[in-house]
């Protein structure tokens, strides 16, 4: 079945204890996409990658990093999460980026 | 300031009866426009994708249309199900030479479907 995983599905951590979501597609796709979403503000865009060893800034990357060594696995690290960061995120993937996007099922992670 | 504005920020409908939200959006020119229904805790799904040159686009009881004089874009849903309460969102996704690979959100159109 094609889709987008994320894992974990939900978090709940301490200020500045790093961590990292994952997100895996199985559709050979080659644009992928972090984003998070609050009330009120909608999705904001944080990071993107257009291929392989290709990741760029959204709206709001201040406080994550990402990475793109394979295809099918886009992680997302907050290396000291703090407060302001506690929101749902989401992952998608598209085959390119002018093409419909699949998102992942979300992570709600909240910081103590 | 948002590129994407959506409108109403939300609103309560019969079943059975015909709606139309919009998105007024300032990038201009862009690649594509997009609509996404999300329902409450789950990832969005694409119900419509169209290039700049497009003016409408149909998705079974969804239509999209687009008017690139006035900047806008409309959502309009055909005799509404209770599974259309949801929210709907414009996404403008940038052209090669501005930000590409970057998407700009509109905060979305919560619409509750009533019996």
């Known amino acids: 079945e094609a889709q987008v995983t994320q894992n974990p599905r939900y978090l709940i951590t301490v200020t500045g204890k790093k961590l990292t979501v994952t997100c895996s597609q199985n559709?050979?796709?080659?644009?992928m996409s972090w984003y998070r979403q609050d009330p009120g503000l909608g999705l904001r865009q944080i990071y993107y990658?257009?291929?392989?060893?290709?990741?760029d800034k959204g709206d709001v990357p201040e406080g994550y990093k990402v990475s793109r060594k394979e295809k099918r696995n886009f992680p997302l690290i907050l290396e000291s999460p703090s407060p302001n960061q506690t929101s749902l995120y989401f992952c998608a993937s598209s085959y390119l980026v002018t093409y419909e996007q699949y998102f992942g099922p979300g992570t709600r992670l909240t910081v103590t | 300031k948002n590129q994407v504005e959506q409108s109403p920020q939300s609103l309560i409908i019969l079943e059975g009866k015909n709606c139309t939200l919009q998105c007024n959006y300032t990038v201009s020119p862009f690649s594509n426009l997009r609509w996404y229904k999300q329902d409450t805790g789950r990832g969005p799904v694409s119900l419509t994708i169209m290039t700049f040159s497009e003016n409408t686009k149909s998705n079974g009881r969804y239509t999209a249309t687009l008017d690139a004089d006035t900047k806008q874009s409309s959502l309009h849903i055909t005799a509404s199900q209770l599974s259309d309460s949801a929210s709907y969102i414009c996404v403008v996704s940038l052209l090669p030479t501005d930000s590409w690979g970057k998407l700009q959100f509109g905060a979305g159109t919560q619409v509750v479907v009533t019996p």
């Open positions: 559709m050979n796709h080659e644009y």
């Open positions: 990658s257009m291929n392989v060893e290709v990741t």
